[in-house]
């Protein structure tokens, strides 16, 4: 049991840390609601299921060619949907509401409703500490640590990583620099989305497929996006293992705990919320003058 709690709870801590940093990446830069940030990464594992099942194409392949995908993806409908109207931050949030539910329609359309799983790459266990992992539970926690590192190296050590936390902090300073803003702001989107798609392509070999399979990680990652902090890359990163350890714990200890998971992380953030309403990494916003 102990055993179970821990990995899984490091499994979906790490995916939830994929999705939400990428979520409060883009939300720091240009203050975008993402509501079809998940939606992404449903796109890839279905590119992935697609790519395996009906192409052949080997999952070590087709894993970075869906990533691809869905980061052309995202910035096309970037460009199109969301730029027009960035400044409206309500009409962003209905576009992008909109642009989830019809990658769900389509979904719906070219795949119908039935449940798609796909066997492990690799099979087996490994004893590590007394406790029993999967190997491909293990490449899927080694591949995530791995493409948070890369992305925290490139934004601490790089210098369009600096531009990216200079607009994320402060837009109107960055853009009195010279810094182009709109040209940052689709950076953060390719890598926010490719973050989405590297969470759905590990998460194939683990999880079923369907439709809907996007709502149940959104619900989840806003839950991580506010304990943390509004636009907090580090506090994304603490708040999704938070949750990932507290809903694992819901599913294995509680009667009914899957069914129970949503409500309890929600309940996790509004009582840090209560404490600290700025969240637990996030500035507090004053009002402006």
Request: aromatic residues 10%; contains cysteine.
């Amino acid at each position: 049991m102990a055993s179970d709690i821990i990995v899984n709870g490091l499994i979906s801590g790490s995916i939830y840390a994929l999705l939400a940093i990428g979520f409060s990446l883009i939300f720091g830069v240009a203050r975008i609601v993402n509501i079809a940030h998940t939606a992404f990464y449903m796109v890839a594992a279905y590119a992935i299921h697609f790519g395996l099942h009906n192409l052949g194409i080997p999952y070590l392949l087709s894993m970075p060619l869906a990533v691809l995908l869905v980061v052309g993806l995202g910035l096309a409908c970037y460009k199109l949907f969301i730029d027009p109207i960035r400044e409206h931050e309500a009409a962003v949030l209905i576009a992008t509401i909109a642009l989830a539910m019809v990658f769900q329609e389509v979904t719906l359309m070219l795949f119908k409703g039935h449940y798609r799983g796909t066997p492990p790459l690799l099979e087996g266990f490994l004893t590590v500490l007394g406790v029993k992992v999967a190997y491909q539970q293990l490449l899927t926690f080694l591949v995530v640590l791995l493409v948070l590192s890369l992305v925290w190296l490139f934004l601490e050590h790089t210098r369009l990583g600096l531009a990216i936390r200079t607009t994320a902090q402060d837009r109107e300073v960055a853009n009195l620099m010279g810094m182009d803003v709109a040209r940052i702001a689709m950076l953060a989107m390719a890598i926010s989305v490719g973050m989405a798609g590297v969470a759905g392509a590990v998460v194939v070999p683990l999880f079923v497929l369907d439709p809907f399979m996007w709502l149940a990680p959104l619900i989840m990652v806003m839950a991580v996006v506010v304990l943390g902090g509004l636009g907090s890359i580090k506090g994304s990163f603490l708040g999704a293992y938070i949750l990932g350890f507290a809903e694992s714990l819901v599913v294995f200890l509680l009667p009914m705990g899957s069914f129970l998971k949503g409500s309890v992380a929600l309940s996790v953030m509004i009582a840090v919320l209560l404490l600290r309403p700025e969240g637990l990494f996030g500035i507090a916003f004053e009002e402006e003058r």
